[in-house]
């Protein structure tokens, strides 16, 4: 029998102004994820904004005691805190806690699970069973995360003898904060202002940064690290882990990444195709536009330029690929709740 509306539980959002809980609340309706009702979930300063979810006004809500009643799926998808303070009530409220803030993958309370790459690399058991129906939490690794974890995926059908990527995030991984000192600091350099530096506490503006200023927090350098540490720890073993670079890049949306393989013999060009379009990667072909952060706003998965080999090294291959960091983030993390009903139907 058909589901009707009373028959759905309801969705919420914790950290709904983020940026991450915005880009969420799109996906779940442009996916026509089965819910009663969105509920938009934040901290007492965002609480009564007015937005709206399925077409219909509505505000966003301050986190109480009874947020999570009769939810089916908690996102948390802002700050860290948040999610710390409140999985649990969530949980012990029977919901299905999913994460992306890393915080609980973080503490060992969650199981990272990216589903586009699950028919090689599955997910890992892991999580902490609570609440009154024993639910396990998930998490959904961040972007880089996924990035990395489908290259060592789709390059190790071929078994690679050495996979590195360079990493190029944006600023909107460090939310609108991020993107407002962008914007402020290329306005003040082109017209020769002092630049604000309280996110970065570096020049981003028509730059590349290896590490940032000292005063800012998380540095690069511990990103990257946590980066690496979760590719290595999802992909345990069962591909080879790719050697990880961090490289700032003066742009607001898209991640993009330059990876290189070599190989024992040189790869059919076809076969690494093929690799990765099992995965869901759309690669484009050699009369397509340029992929770049631009071209691919909006869309939910990788994007990968034509592959190339190296031209000095015979069996060495260069990948050149981009994301919408928002939309593969959040787009992993609704995946996360359709394979959990699929299994439940």
């Known amino acids: 029998m058909p589901q009707g509306p009373s028959d759905l539980g309801r969705v919420a959002i914790v950290g709904a102004s983020s940026l991450r809980g915005k880009e969420l609340k799109l996906v779940l309706e442009e996916r026509n994820f089965p819910a009663a009702e ?41 700050n860290p ?33 990216i589903p586009s790459i699950a028919p090689l690399i599955p997910p890992k058991p892991g999580g902490v069973a609570n609440g009154p ?7 959904s690794p961040a972007t880089p995360v996924v990035i990395a974890c489908t290259l060592a995926a ?10 590195a990527a360079t990493l190029f ?12 000192e962008l914007e402020t600091q290329t306005t003040s350099l082109l017209s020769f202002r002092p630049i604000e530096q309280t996110v970065f506490d570096a020049q981003v503006a028509f730059n590349l940064l290896s590490r940032y200023g000292e005063q800012s927090t998380p540095s690069l350098a511990s990103t990257r690290a946590a980066i690496a540490r979760d590719v290595a720890q999802y992909l345990a073993g069962r591909a080879p882990v790719p050697a990880i670079q961090l490289v700032q890049a003066p742009v607001f949306y898209g991640y993009a990444f330059s990876a290189y393989a070599e190989f024992a013999s040189p790869p059919a060009a076809e076969q690494l195709a ?44 260069w990948l050149w690929g981009v994301a919408d960091n928002l939309r593969l983030a959040t787009t992993n993390a609704v995946r996360i709740a359709e394979e959990l009903l699929a299994k439940t139907a």
Do not use: C
């Open 38 to 78: 969105i509920i938009l979930l934040d901290t007492s300063v965002m609480a009564g904004t007015l937005t709206e979810a399925g077409g219909e006004p509505t505000f966003i809500r301050s986190l109480e005691e009874d947020s999570f009643e009769n939810v089916r799926f908690a996102f948390f998808a802002g």
């Open 81 to 113: 805190a948040d999610t710390e303070q409140n999985w649990s009530a969530a949980q012990n409220a029977g919901a299905t806690v999913i994460d992306f803030t890393g915080v609980l993958a973080a503490m060992g309370k969650a199981a990272n699970w």
């Open 274 to 317: 093929g690799a990765f379009r099992n995965l869901g990667v759309k690669i484009a072909a050699p009369e397509d536009p340029a992929t770049t952060n631009i071209s691919v706003a909006g869309e939910s998965e990788i994007q990968l330029a034509p592959i190339e080999p190296d031209p000095s090294v015979a069996a060495g291959v």
């Open 154 to 163: 789709g390059l190790g059908t071929l078994s690679p003898r050495t996979l």
């Open 169 to 180: 995030p944006p600023v909107s991984d460090r939310d609108q904060l991020g993107i407002d």
């Open 133 to 139: 129906s024993h639910k396990i939490a998930y998490a």
